[in-house]
């Protein structure tokens, strides 16, 4: 499979290209359910904008190399080959979260943190449906081996220690692509009645999303695992779910309250 291009003797990695594109998606989406509500220019967005970014794909980055640190035992120089692959959702969610609550204090304190999270939350998906796209150029991603008609040819190369004779396997991608565009779809069609700001976008994002990684990453084969059949992605979701938890019973115990 082609992972690379030359032009003009600059060399181009698709994983990149991709992931660029997928960045592109979300940021435009958030700032135009932004710009609807608040009065913010385009150019202090994307500033801010991109100092999230590079926090997120710093953090990122440091979760899949903590969580896979098997990977870069005997290699530790491929810890910076950042085109290879090995870019972790969650820490990139974690860190940028914590960034937009910080930059929220500096910049932009006339919005709420709450919308900046929720129309966050509505370009997310959008973006990471096409994000993962980048893991089928790398070949990672995959799930277990399968002979259903949809499963993907996975190149030798690529192929996990005791799996070398095995060539199709879950395009574990296109399952999380497909969700992910679905559940956008659901978010979009809410704004008519969810109001932006609210907070709930952002927490019906983290609840379906630690949710549905944690019921994917079941058919992962490549994940070192510690409680059983979990691998440490799940049990750090499992636990994430727990905390949603508590919050979703606290907030509907507020929401009766003030109801009445």
């Known amino acids: 499979m082609i992972s690379e291009f030359t032009v003009a003797g600059v060399t181009f990695h698709l994983y990149g290209l ?31 904008a991109g ?23 005997d290699n530790w120089r491929a810890i910076f080959s950042i085109w290879n692959g ?35 939350a509505i370009g997310f998906p959008f973006g990471q449906a096409i994000g993962r796209w980048g893991n089928y150029i790398n070949q990672e991603l ?29 395009p574990l991608f296109l399952y999380e692509a497909l969700g992910m565009v679905a559940f956008g779809i659901f978010l979009w069609k809410k704004q008519k009645s969810w109001k932006l700001g609210s907070g709930a976008f952002i927490f019906s994002l983290v ?3 630690a949710g549905f990684r944690f019921l994917l990453d079941f058919l992962r084969i490549d994940k070192p695992q510690v409680l ?29 309250k003030n109801s009445d």
Request: positive net charge; without cysteine; aromatic residues 16%.
């Open 18 to 48: 991709i992931l660029g594109i997928a960045i592109s998606t979300g940021l435009q989406i958030t700032y135009s359910r932004l710009k609807d509500k608040f009065s913010i220019s385009e150019s202090s967005f994307y500033t801010a």
């Open 207 to 209: 609840g379906f999303y």
């Open 86 to 120: 090995g870019l972790s959702i969650l820490g990139g969610l974690l860190f940028g979260g914590i960034t937009i609550f910080f930059l929220q204090k500096k910049k932009f304190s006339q919005i709420p943190v709450r919308a900046l999270l929720d129309s966050a």
């Open 51 to 73: 100092g999230v970014l590079v926090v997120s794909i710093l953090g990122a980055r440091l979760w899949h190399v903590v969580t896979d640190y098997y990977l870069y035992i």
């Open 142 to 170: 995959y799930g277990r081996p399968t002979s259903l008609p949809w499963g993907i040819f996975i190149e030798a190369t690529h192929r996990l220690p005791n799996f070398e004779n095995i060539e199709r396997y879950h």
């Open 228 to 256: 059983g059949m979990l691998g440490i992605n799940q049990l750090i979701l499992l636990i994430l779910l727990g905390v949603w938890m508590f919050f979703n019973y606290k907030w509907n115990v507020y929401e009766a």
